[in-house]
């Protein structure tokens, strides 16, 4: 008998497998895929010896110190800091938007002040703005909007922005300075030997299952453990008994080529409805360290899809929200069960919050345990 089950070897599942156990605690982790680390796998090509992320780049970033400081026990990280470029309509621009890319778009040359009054002058005028497109008027205007935003998020998203809840838009930065850079956060890298060492370490001693499913023994997964930690799909775990959540997925095309370096950034945006893929990654250049170790360079295109058998976003849309109203509700019978992670409480999530939410839980229990 194990004092926890967990199911789903992911940044949440690992992390608390690791304090829990720690804590001096009986801990099994399952797994339905054939590796650890969900996700955030990576591996080395074999042929040009860059590490991949397998499901999508995953880049580190986080304002919280502890957290920063947490993972870099599990791990050398780089100073890599994340930047982006975007091809639209045959030109390629600075993202997210900002001085270059305004002066760039209209043929200007404006200083920061003028830009952020000549984007004021272009912005809508919508208030409580309801959807992505009316959010986003309301902060780039509809030139902007529809150049750099429309197309892309109808790919990522599967259907037309109106229909997408507004804070979507809203991760995405718009500066008027000459700050180019994808993210605020103080503190930004890339584990140098990929995600997949820190699983190891964070699994190091505990007794995991690969190829694993749940949902095929549920009874008798819950039978060996006083309590389950439950990662993944929400309405998955309770049967889609108010119907199934709106997913989206990424497939993945990769191709190696001989070039030393195809697109000169690690990710290049592709805006246009009619391109199918929303973006390629050159994997190399999240590792500059390690750029004179490869041979030739990696790259992926990205082409958003529905799979409900691979959920990776959650969407959000109206109709989600009254379903996710009685699935939580259903949450409160489950007292024996823990939902932690983006799937399990459908939150778009990044990394560093993930892993300060198995974090509190397991304060949490470890508090509860000792009676304060």
Same mark, same amino acid.
């Given at each position: 008998?194990?004092d926890?089950l967990?199911?789903g070897?992911g940044f949440?599942?690992?992390v ?5 156990k720690i804590?001096g ?15 955030c796998y ?9 590490n ?26 780089n100073?890599?800091r ?5 091809t639209? /309509?045959?030109?390629? +621009?600075?993202?997210?938007i900002n001085?270059?890319?305004i002066?760039? $778009?209209?043929?200007? &040359?404006? =200083?920061?002040?003028e ?11 919508i208030?409580s703005?309801?959807?992505?497109e009316?959010k ?19 790919k990522?998203?599967?259907c037309?922005?109106?229909e997408?809840?507004?804070?979507i ?8 300075s000459d700050?180019?850079s994808?993210?605020?956060?103080d ?19 505990i007794p ?5 499913d749940?949902?095929d023994?549920r009874?008798y ?13 929400i309405? /998955?775990?309770?049967? +889609?008994?108010y ?8 497939? $993945?095309e990769?191709? &190696?080529? =001989?070039?030393?370096?195809?697109q000169?950034?690690?990710i290049m945006?592709y805006?246009?409805l ?10 190399k250049h ?19 899809y529905?799979n409900?058998?691979?959920p ?6 109206k109709?989600?929200r009254?379903k996710?109203?009685h ?8 007292k024996a069960?823990i939902?932690?992670?983006?799937l399990a409480?459908?939150?778009y999530?990044?990394m ?11 304060k949490?229990i ?7």
């Open positions: 008998m194990y926890f967990v199911v070897a949440f599942g690992a608390f497998a690791h304090e829990v804590a605690k009986k801990v099994l982790v399952i797994e339905k895929r054939d590796h650890i680390g969900g996700n990576t591996c080395d090509d074999p042929e040009t010896h860059i991949v992320h397998q499901y999508g780049p995953h880049i580190f970033h986080s304002p919280n110190k502890t957290i920063w400081d947490y993972v870099n026990t599990f791990a050398e990280f100073d890599y994340h930047r982006v470029l975007t639209a /309509r045959g030109k390629v +621009y600075s993202l997210p001085l270059a890319t002066n760039q $778009f209209y043929h200007l &040359n404006l =200083t920061p002040a830009a952020a009054e000549f984007l004021k002058s272009k912005t809508g005028k208030h703005p309801k959807n992505l009316e986003a008027i309301n902060l780039v205007g509809r030139e902007l909007y529809e150049a750099f935003i429309k197309g892309y998020s109808t990522q998203w599967g037309d922005p109106k997408l809840p507004a804070e838009i809203t991760r995405l930065p718009v500066r008027t700050d180019d994808y993210y605020n956060d503190y930004q890298g890339m584990p140098v030997g990929g995600y997949t060492p820190i699983f190891e370490k964070l699994l190091k001693d995991v299952e690969l190829r694993t749940f949902f023994k009874e997964w819950k039978s060996r453990a006083g309590i389950v930690v439950y990662t993944g799909p309405d /998955r775990y309770f049967d +889609y008994r119907g199934k959540l709106s997913w989206r997925s990424c497939r $993945f990769k191709e &190696n080529k =001989t070039a030393d370096d195809h000169g950034i690690s945006n805006a246009d009619e391109i199918p893929y929303t973006r390629v990654i050159e994997y999240f590792y500059p360290e390690k750029i004179h170790l490869s041979r030739g360079t990696t790259l992926i295109r990205e082409y958003p529905d409900p058998d691979e990776y976003y959650p969407v959000g849309m109709t989600d009254g996710m109203m699935y939580q509700e259903m949450l409160r019978s489950e069960v939902f932690g992670g983006r409480e459908y939150k999530y990044d560093d919050e993930v892993i300060s939410g198995a974090l509190q839980q397991v949490k470890t508090r509860a345990g000792s009676g304060t």
